[in-house]
């Protein structure tokens, strides 16, 4: 029997989104054709983990250990190179600009004033906000730019509904458009057909479960959803060994430009930037990493010039 497409096996085999998937997608059809009216070039960054339910009415589910600092920080440096960012990001995951104070604990900052002949008020320890004077000009100048959109998943199958609806959005941009696939995606997950609707008892012992494995996204995403876009994925291992190898392999089986590759213990410091001809080493030395350099900023730096060599290259087309 032939495989399901994608897309296809997306619609059938996973719960329906917990997310207003049509809604989101009107938004980012309107806001990239839109920026591309005004020859704007328009990124979908993928930020953050995802949940994968163990039943239907959820008590249980795998996740894993990805922040989302990656995306965030990538989508403040995108927005700084001009870009319009479609931050497509896990439900509470890091955010651009106020991530910096994600650990922040707001009632240790905060200091209430109760003036004798006037209402209360509220005022901020600013020393205890490092650099919060040029994040909060950056986020105040991002936001009367309209270039941000913002869009949020929690599941496994809200994540997949969305990125075929943000592909769609972007197929009409060329090359213009960039994918930045940096979520760390679930490899496995219970098919709506298997879930258990109720809370797995822990009386029957102990526990197996079989996952299948969830359809590669990248594959059709760069034949048929997005074919002149500029996609680049992510690889994270924790043996380096195989790193650049698997890599590789990524880049030989989707046929797309960039994989940027990251070791689990070093990923603040190291990445990778494979292409079909090149690696090309990213790091931060210990002087920048003092100073506060990101390697984020390399990262897009590196790309976003990629990216324009593509549009030349198929300029064309
Ligand atoms: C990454 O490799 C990201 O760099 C991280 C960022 C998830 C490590 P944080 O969110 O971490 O800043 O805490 N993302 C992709 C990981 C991934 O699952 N890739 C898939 C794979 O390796 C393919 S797209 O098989």
Not at 168 to 193: C, E, K, N, T
Not at 217 to 246: C, G, H, N, Q, Y
């Amino acid at each position: 029997m032939a495989e399901p497409n994608p897309a296809d096996q997306i619609r059938q085999d996973f719960a329906p989104p917990q997310v207003p998937v049509e809604d989101a997608a009107r938004a980012m059809e309107a806001f990239a054709l839109g920026h591309h009216s005004e020859a704007r070039r328009v990124v979908l960054i993928t930020s953050g983990g995802t949940k994968v339910p163990l039943e239907s009415r959820t008590v249980r589910f795998l996740d894993n250990f990805s922040s989302g600092r990656r995306g965030a920080a990538s989508a403040e440096y995108f927005l700084q190179a001009g870009y319009a960012v479609i931050f497509l990001h896990r439900h509470r995951s890091l955010y651009p600009y106020s991530r910096r104070y994600a650990a922040t604990n707001w009632l240790d900052v905060l200091r209430l004033q109760l003036p004798g002949d006037g209402a209360p008020r509220v005022e901020a320890e600013q020393s205890r906000l490092p650099g919060i004077v040029q994040v909060l000009q950056d986020y105040s100048r991002m936001k009367e730019s309209g270039r941000l959109l913002s869009i949020e998943f929690n599941t496994l199958s809200d994540y997949l509904h969305l990125l075929l609806a943000a592909a769609q959005a972007l197929s009409r941009l060329g090359s213009s458009a960039m994918f930045y696939l940096a979520a760390a995606v679930s490899d496995f997950y219970i098919p709506a057909s298997e879930i258990p609707e109720h809370k797995i008892q822990s009386s029957s012992g102990p526990l197996q479960i079989t996952m299948k494995m969830v359809p590669k996204m990248l594959s059709p995403l760069v034949k048929d959803w997005a074919p002149k876009a500029f996609v680049i994925s992510f690889k994270l291992e924790t043996d380096k060994e195989i790193l650049i190898e698997r890599a590789r392999k990524a880049l030989a089986t989707y046929r797309h430009q960039v994989v940027v590759a990251n070791i689990l213990d070093t990923l603040r410091g190291h990445v990778v930037v494979v292409t079909g001809t090149e690696e090309t080493k990213l790091s931060i030395s210990d002087e920048e990493e003092r100073s506060g350099v990101e390697i984020e900023e390399k990262i897009i730096k590196d790309l976003t010039l990629r990216h324009t060599q593509f549009m030349e290259g198929t300029a064309a087309n």
